[in-house]
């Protein structure tokens, strides 16, 4: 998914990393770890949603 490859690098630079799991309808399965998996993700979910609006993000 481009949109998670746009924000890889800044994940990275936090020492986290985050993983693309299912897609299924609207709803879309992100696992994150290192320094992202204690974080509240919202700049994750915010990347996500500007760019597709009705997504659903659950993270793992």
Do not use: Q, T, W, Y
């Given at each position: 998914?481009?949109?998670?490859?746009?924000?890889?690098s800044q994940v990275n630079a936090h020492d986290g990393?985050?993983?693309?799991?299912?897609?299924?309808?609207?709803?879309?399965?992100?696992?994150?770890?290192?320094?992202?998996?204690?974080?509240?993700?919202?700049?994750?979910?915010?990347?996500?949603?500007?760019?597709?609006?009705?997504?659903?993000?659950?993270?793992?």
């Open positions: 998914m481009e949109i998670l490859e746009s924000i890889k990393f985050i993983e693309l799991g299912e897609i299924k309808d609207n709803k879309v399965v992100i696992h994150c770890g290192g320094e992202c998996a204690p974080c509240d993700n919202k700049c994750i979910e915010e990347a996500l949603k500007h760019k597709i609006p009705d997504i659903e993000v659950i993270f793992r």
